[in-house]
Every structure is written in structure tokens, then in C-alpha cells.
């Protein structure tokens, strides 16, 4: 899966969700996280969960200023029965967007 995580990371929070409720409980999942700013390559990081779900949550200060939009890759065996997006919203929880992977 590959999509927008944040257009704008000085303004915005997000969170990456993963869902598949079909997945059994106690099934392990290992996937590879990367992300990507303007610049290329910001951060590469495994993730490992057991069930149905896993999220994963940046704020403004996990980049700094040069990253400009940033984009994620979520890669592994399985990756792709899971429904993957992720949810931009203002500090304030004032407003928010949800983007879809792909």
C-alpha cells in the first residue's frame, strides 16, 4: 500500500490505520513502514501486530520544515487484505480528511 500520509506536516497530525476484519486474532503481521518527503527517504521502520488492526500516529514534530508532503509505503506478505488510509486533522480536532491508500 502507498498514499498521502500529510500535505502539509507543520499544520496537520495524522495516523496511519490498517483494518482487516477478517484476519484472526492472534495472526502476526510483520510489514516494513517507509516514508518519503520531498527529499526522498525520511524514515524506514518494521511494524509488527497480531489481529485486526494497528494504527500508528505522527505529529508535527516527528518532521522537520524541509520535509514538505509526505508519503508512506507499507510493504510485506498479507499487506494487501488490509483496508489502509489515513486520517489528517488539525491539533484542535477541529477539521480532518481521510485519504485512502493505493
Not at 516514508?35 to 524514515?43: N, T
Amino acid at each position: 500500500h502507498w498514499g498521502l500520509l500529510n500535505p502539509s506536516p507543520n499544520k496537520f497530525k495524522c495516523i496511519i490505520s490498517m483494518l482487516n476484519p477478517f484476519s484472526k486474532e492472534n495472526k502476526k503481521h510483520n510489514f516494513d513502514l517507509k516514508l518519503y518527503g520531498e527529499q526522498g527517504l525520511i524514515e524506514e521502520k518494521p511494524i509488527s501486530f497480531k489481529g485486526k488492526n494497528f494504527s500508528i500516529t505522527f505529529d508535527k514534530n516527528k518532521f522537520n520544515s524541509d520535509s514538505g508532503v509526505i508519503w508512506y509505503s507499507i510493504t510485506g506478505e498479507g499487506v494487501g487484505s488490509f483496508n489502509t488510509f489515513a486520517t489528517i486533522y488539525l491539533p484542535s480536532l477541529g477539521d480532518g480528511s481521510v485519504e485512502h491508500s493505493y
